[in-house]
DNA sequence: CTGAAAGCGCTAACAA
DNA sequence: TTGTTAGCGCTTTCAG
């Protein structure tokens, strides 16, 4: 059992290491924000008492003085089955990794959708998709907090965002289905009040559609984007009298289910039954069909919502009037074994 | 296109209220920080002018006064894999909510193991496991900052931890699959450079140790928790001579690989081969079997690391001595349908 | 029960 | 190039 000796209790300040450097604290001040305006025997004797007394400026302080936050919220909603997500650990990831690269503070904020978000301290806010909590973002825009919305593509306000183009996404994947010779193609959707699983089945309509193939509510199966609620549409999918020969499914963890159904049933991945996931979840790489998805760029989505972010807050520390970038990122298709070639 | 008009970019300040409330803002400060010397028609006033000027006061005055910190940081070591790991979200998911319902600050810091942490302005840490960054800890204490080891039970240190008893959570799985009348068990270890991957190897070779049974090195498959090494070990596992008829996997994601592989390989479960995971990950009840597994309290420990931390920060306001506390949660078995037992 | 005043540690004019 | 000084918004003695 080591016992490690607290320090002294009383914090050092900038005080102490003008008087050890021998300077005044605004000189030490000057160091410590990288003024090219100090004579450089000076900066080294402040650099040398920093190091000493192992000197760490208090954040409070300075943002007490200046105003600023370096603080930046990663809100995400609270609804059910985020976080049984894939998605949710990427963005989360790619956030944080980003965050830590660009020296920033990551509060991370699970809310109720009800809240009201505490909006004084923080530097800026990413909102992680936008799911009955639109009156937040209203606020912080109101209180002139940089934002960006990740995930969403926001086309009602004046807002940053970046987004993924689910709906093409989709469209790819039903159109590299019916390039295959697929007529009969079913659909499994996310949980539609998100905009990615409703983006992805106006895909699937699209794509549809512009072969001239009806869309037929038969083969569309709404679930909330769980492993159970796939597993049922799967083998209701499969049962049907005149079943579909291929499925685009609304999520990688669904069509693994839609997979691991399939096989129970005694039906053989991909000849009795082509599926595209969505995601490239690793997940898909494992079963032995690998799984042929569409690539979502979550970290690149993270990286650019911390990059834009970043952006206008020092936008906003400059005093430019603001302006907005909307950016849509494109998916695209990873094929896999799991889709057959149907001959005509 | 909605455009929001910002705020007066004043911001309203303590002063503002007391001005309005005709008091001064040492009266109001007491009613924010709710003493109960004030007499009811002040609070009253104040109250009313906190409301209509939609008054939030200044963390950041509020700590550099107060040298406090509600500043909760999450330390997790970016170590290949954790995230993806059911581990990490439930954690995270966990201490989310628990701070939200503290009212503390949520500061995720996935680091880097060689980082020096930068631990001013941090009201207490919490080390999610601790992977070669044992000197952040280090240095966390040193410099007295309240300190909770979460997912690791640390013997070596005068610091508050809450761990999962893995070793016996593995002996309960073990016994369990003895219990059913198995003799050939193998093991499907997690990363070992974890501490809870060693712990249950621990539990295992004690649990078949107590029955005199010899722990055979052939029955022993080391991982790093991939599922991709899971699917190997379970590949070389059935394709032995004398397999196992049983086998404890050290993780729900794992295991349920193994399950996959079986059922590709021809074997059925548990008829073929009995597992049992770690974890109780919900995608365990999914497949056509229900996994047995063994139910790690994540949450629970998440809330318990959370109060202990509180409570280590309260003691520090009030500056009594430190003391701290060991806390080791069961985990239990999960018995459900994916082991048999065996005719004698 | 209330208020004046002295900081908390730092930054940012403004002078020198 | 450097130092003096006045805050940033709040808490906290200490008188009243």
Redesign the interface.
Known sequence: ???????P?K?ISIKDVARLAGVSITTVSRVINKFPSVKENNRIKVVDAVQQLKF??????Q??AT?Q?NVVA?VIP?YEGV??SFY???L??GI??LC?AFKL????????TRDTL????TGGIIFADLIGNKHQL?DA????IPCVVVNNYID???VSCVGIDNKNGAEIAVRYLLSLGHKKIAHITGDLVTQAASMRFEGYKAALEKKNIAVKSEYVFKTDYS??QA?QAAQELIKMSKPATAVFVSSDSMAL?VM?VA??MGKKIPDDLSIVGFDDN??G????VALTTVKQPLVKMAEEGIKELNRLISLKKSKQSKNVKKILLPAELVVRDSCKLLRR
Chains 1, 2 share one sequence.
């Open positions: 059992m080591v016992r490690y000796r607290k320090g209790s914090t760490q400026p208090s954040v409070f302080a943002r007490l105003g936050s990663l609270r976080f049984y949710a650990l990427e989360i990831r944080g990794t830590a503070d990551l509060l991370l904020h699970l809310t109720d505490n909006l004084k301290g209203v825009m109101k209180a002139d009602d306000l004046d492993r159970g597993r289910e691991a096989r129970e690793p997940s790489l494992y079963g032995p």
